[in-house]
């Protein structure tokens, strides 16, 4: 209301509010075009509202750029995060394969595994869960994160055997039809080790579908040794 009283635009903004807090987190832009109040002026007003603890602020770097500080450290699902382009991981990748050629796949494979080794423990004392519901987690966390849109299309609970599906997969984007050979090396591996802490048992994980040879999305079978 109290921008809305100065006639200050709110082109964009974050709302974050932890239920185990008392405070929230308002993150947003404003449009001070044209306006005679400073920002310390208005910050200055903000802070004299009874619900407002405290205001900081930043302005553009250079004329028309406007980058967010506020976000930092970057918190995803309660864990410290980094973001890291896709163009990046690609590129390192690439390094990979042209300083140890085919060796560069089993090096992406193990990063992959050791990704997260105590992911699933995390997740089953966190949320209190048991080991399917914590892998079930552990890939929708996929999701916001940006590593691609996974999905449980089968599973054998018997005999587990699973066969999952990721459209959008990072790591095959930059090779999208252009790649014969499979590319989520690193993915495969940390489907791998999902599996194997939450069901305790070795397994093995096949792409068999690719977005880098033209499908519409990475498809996986995994299963016991």
Not at 196 to 208: I, P
Request: aromatic fraction near 10%; charged fraction near 30%; proline fraction near 3%.
């Amino acid at each position: 209301k109290i921008l809305s009283d100065l006639n200050i635009n709110i082109l964009s903004g974050h709302h974050f509010a932890c239920p185990r807090e008392e405070g929230g987190l308002w993150i947003f832009f404003v449009d001070l075009t044209g306006r005679e109040s400073s920002v310390e002026e208005i910050a200055s007003i903000l802070r004299e509202s009874e619900v407002v603890v405290d205001v900081k602020f930043s302005q553009e770097l250079v004329d028309g750029v406007i980058l967010d500080k506020f976000l930092f450290p970057l918190i995803v699902l309660e864990e410290r995060s980094i973001i890291l382009t896709i163009e990046s991981f690609a590129e390192t990748s690439r390094r990979l394969y042209k300083t140890f050629s085919s060796a560069a796949l089993v090096l992406l494979y193990e990063m992959g595994l050791s990704a997260r080794l105590s992911k699933i423990e995390s997740i089953k004392k966190k949320c209190k869960v048991d080991g399917l519901t914590a892998l079930r987690i552990a890939l929708a966390e996929r999701i916001p994160k940006g590593w691609g849109i996974p999905n449980i299309d089968e599973l054998d609970q018997e005999n587990l055997q699973a066969v999952v599906t990721v459209e959008e997969l990072f790591e095959c984007l930059p090779t999208r039809n252009l790649e014969r050979d499979s590319t989520s090396h690193f993915f495969r591996g940390y489907l791998t080790e999902l599996f194997s802490k939450a069901f305790k048992r070795q397994f093995q994980t096949k792409e068999t579908e690719r977005i880098s040879k033209g499908d519409r999305y990475c498809r996986f079978i995994i299963k016991p040794f």
